[in-house]
């Protein structure tokens, strides 16, 4: 039992190294794209890749030191002398029928790696809802700070739909996928609305669309605007999914 508890605890902590090492890359990638499109200049969608990049650093030293000092401590406890209850206590636990003693580890294995594969199923599904929803708005002419929150929130909801566990986990997951999606969705946004004012972009086709729409950018001085509805949706998508998480372990308590 005790065996089990390390290991879930040794997950765990796994699990928020990979989360801290992926919102410093989002954070690392924000950046870039911020000083490439900005001529080196820093703005406040580079700001904000600075903060992700930091807070992912951060939590990734702080869990890995904390993996360290769990590998010592268990270290520790294998070395220490047992006194006579804990060997009666193994002696005991040894005892239990071996087929009942891995059926249940492995039955909750395979359910929880089928959980994670549909999870993250949803996730994209709940992504890809909210990153159409977030480019119809775009696409209607709307500069609003909601279409981060949406794509999260319907992010996590189809996480938890299907796997019926969101945890820290599926929230990485959820949060990774919607950043990755929310540069493409707003680009598709300005690009619906292009197609709604003016009556020559119409009638090209969606490859010339995606490759000429840039440069309507600089055209009609619409720049600005777009990275402003990414940097807006960025800060109000983190902000939602810190909510959550601090919700969520409030209720755990």
């Known amino acids: 039992m ?18 801290g090492a992926a919102l ?3 954070g690392l990638i924000l950046i ?32 890995l030191k904390e993996e360290k000092a769990y590998a010592k401590y268990l270290e520790q406890e294998l070395n220490r002398p047992k006194s006579m209850a804990e060997k009666l206590a193994q002696q005991q636990a040894e005892t239990v029928d071996a087929e009942q003693l891995h059926k249940e580890p492995r039955d909750t294995a395979i359910a929880q790696k089928s ?7 949803g996730a994209a599904i709940g ?12 696409g209607q002419g709307y500069i609003t700070v909601f279409g981060g929150i949406i794509m999260i929130l319907l992010s ?29 969705a707003t680009y598709g946004g300005f690009m619906w609305y292009l197609n709604n004012i ?10 010339e ?20 509805c990414i940097g807006n949706g960025y800060l109000f998508m983190i902000a939602a999914a810190i909510a959550v998480y601090s919700l969520l372990r409030r209720f755990e308590k």
């Open 32 to 63: 870039i794209i911020a000083m490439v499109t900005s001529s080196g200049s820093f703005t406040p969608l580079a700001l904000l890749g600075l903060i992700m990049a930091i807070a992912g650093i951060a939590m990734f030293v702080i869990k």
């Open 115 to 121: 959980h994670v594969g549909l999870g993250m199923l």
């Open 2 to 19: 005790n065996q089990n508890i390390h290991q879930v605890n040794q997950k765990k902590i796994r699990r928020y190294k990979v989360a």
């Open 198 to 207: 003016l009556p020559s972009y119409r009638g090209w086709s969606f490859a």
């Open 24 to 26: 410093a890359a989002a």
């Open 156 to 184: 996590f909801g189809g996480y938890k739909l299907l796997s019926r566990n969101l945890g820290a986990q599926g929230m990485a997951t959820s949060v990774g996928m919607s950043v990755l999606v929310l540069p493409f």
């Open 127 to 138: 992504c890809l809802a909210g990153a159409v929803i977030w480019a119809f708005i775009l």
């Open 209 to 228: 669309k995606w490759r000429q729409t840039w440069g309507l950018f600089r055209e009609y001085e619409i720049m600005g605007d777009f990275f402003k």
